[in-house]
Every structure is written in structure tokens, then in C-alpha cells.
């Protein structure tokens, strides 16, 4: 069941991508301009990092070709995209700037969020990207280990979440900020219109964060048959040691020369012992062990005199008892009488 979870989190997740890349060269924002509450003036479409002037705009043009013969190529190529940072420029001239400085904000702010937008999405695919290959080792794997999960998990909340947040803080700063292009306006003659700025290529990017937040769900059920638990680790961790330990021991082993036992050559002591035809390896019996302090110098296993033994002190006497009461002749003892004695 795990692995079908698996899949089903990779199709999600490769939904979401082709979602939000759509939305991204997308527009997100658009504003409109009326003249006589329903003709068309000006309208301008805003993306994440461009703006342009589609056809209905044309009327702009025509008006101020009919009041300037010399015009400027400007107008007709801001029909085809152009850079946020080109329009920014060109409004944050320091004489346009202070007789007028909203479009100048509203696009330098729609410039940096739109591009950072991009950057946090690009940082979202290379996390979600991480997942899948994490999610492939946990699967395909023996152990089954819940840490790639777990990690898995953690980095695919972690990419989808600063792509909200940056969705966020360009719905609050630089949506605002075009927002105030229109202003009052001039009344029956420039006047912005009060509809919703944000396009479909703004709640695009939202469906597919949304279904990146479902796939996160889905982490919770993609625990397969087998998946090693803590007695397991625990259990691998100690087996781990005991092999770490015997290849120190093998090693150490190895590196030790063998043991070199003295000879009658190599020692004076067991030399002596050899001279006097002696075994110096001979071990006692038990008839010299109990036989051991039976002369005046007891033997030692090796046919060394052994050291006396300190002699054991004397017992004390016991103390003699008293003598009773009744032969002792004092007043208490019996008195016999004459006859008594006579006979």
C-alpha cells in the first residue's frame, strides 16, 4: 500500500509543477482604465517580471497621435511585453518621480516580489525533487528506513510553505502598490475601474499549493510492510559494534608477536634449577604439598626453601572456677551432729 501512495504522491506533485509554471508566465494582475463609464482606455496586464498594453489600449495611442503628430515609437511597442525593470526605470525619472511617483514604487515592487516568487518557486522544485529520490530509497531499499521518510516529509513542507509566504507577500505589497496606479483619475474621462486586479494565472499559483499541501498528507500513509522500527536500529547498532570490536581484536591480534616463554638459557633462576638436574617447569604434586612443612624448611613447588611460618601464639589457661557456697565452711554450710560423727 505504501509504494501506491508513493506514486500517487509523485503524480500530485508533478500536477502542481505544471500548474504553477503555467501560472507563472502567466499574468497575474491587470488593470483597467474607462472613459465615459465603458469605453476602454488604457489597460495594463502585469506578470511576475513583465507588463504590456494588449489591443483594446489602442484607442490611448490613437489620441495622442491626433495631438502630437510626432510621437514616439514607446506607445506601440508597450503592446508587446516588456520588462518590469525597463517600466520601472523609465517611471522613476527623478522629474515624472516627483510629479508622480506611483508607478514607480508599484513597479520596482512588482519586479522584486515577482522574481523572488520565481526564485522560491525554483527552490520548491529542487526540494520536492530531493523528496523523490529520498521517497525511491525508502521504497526500493531493504531496511526501509523512516528516517528518508521523515526527512522527505520535512523538506517537501518546508519548499511549499516560502511559496505560500512569497505568494503572500505579493498579494500584500506589490498587488496594493498597482492597485494605486488608477487613483481618482479624472472623472468621465480616465477613471479606473473597481473590478478584481487578480487574473487567473494569480489563483492558478494557489491550486497548485494546495495540492502540494495534499501530497504532504500523504506522507502519513506511505509507510510499507517491513519498515524498520527502533528495536530493529537498536538491534543492527549493537550487532555493528560487536563487528567493530572483534576486527580491533582480530587486528590487535594479529599485530602482537606470540609469546615467548623463558628457557634454562635465557634465565638465571631457571638455569640454576636446570644445573642442579631440577625440571624448572615441574609442578607440585600433591604428596610434596602435604608433605610441605614437615621438615624444618618447607618446600616450595619449585624447590625453593619456603619461609618459615610465623609461630601461632600460646592458648591462654582458662580460669578456674569458684569454689560454692557450700564447702567453703562458712556460716551457711550444714552443721552435723555427734552421733553423726560417731558413726
Known sequence: MGKKIVGLYGLLCLL??????????NKWYQQVFKTLAFKTVFKLEVSLVSAHI???????????????????????????????????ADWCAPLIYSAWPVPCQAFNTAYVLGLTVILVYSLNVLFIGTCFYLLYYYVSSKSHKPVYRYWAAVLHAIGTTILAV??????????????????????????????????????????????????????????????ETEEHRLYKDLLREQQQYGAIEAQMQGQMPPQEYPTAESSSYYGEQAAYGQDPYAQPDAYAQQGQYAAGYPQTGYGMPAPMPAPMPAPMPAPMPAPM???????????????????
Open 54 to 88: 494588449p489591443g483594446e489600449s489602442v484607442i490611448f495611442c490613437g489620441l495622442i497621435k491626433k495631438i502630437w503628430t510626432e510621437i514616439p515609437p514607446r506607445c506601440q511597442d508597450i503592446k508587446d511585453p516588456t520588462p518590469l525593470q525597463d517600466l520601472a
Open 16 to 25: 502542481s509543477f505544471a500548474i504553477i509554471s503555467v501560472s507563472c508566465f
Open 166 to 227: 512569497a505568494c503572500v507577500f505579493y498579494t500584500i505589497f506589490a498587488m496594493l502598490r498597482l492597485n494605486a496606479l488608477g487613483g481618482t483619475g479624472i472623472p468621465l474621462f480616465f477613471e479606473a475601474s473597481q473590478s478584481v486586479g487578480m487574473t487567473p494565472g494569480y489563483f492558478l499559483v494557489w491550486v497548485g499549493i494546495i495540492i502540494q499541501y495534499v501530497a504532504l498528507g500523504l506522507h502519513a500513509c506511505m509507510q510499507v510492510s517491513g519498515e
Open 325 to 343: 557456697p557450700e564447702y567453703a565452711g562458712g556460716p551457711s554450710a550444714p552443721q552435723m551432729s555427734p552421733g553423726a560423727a560417731h558413726f
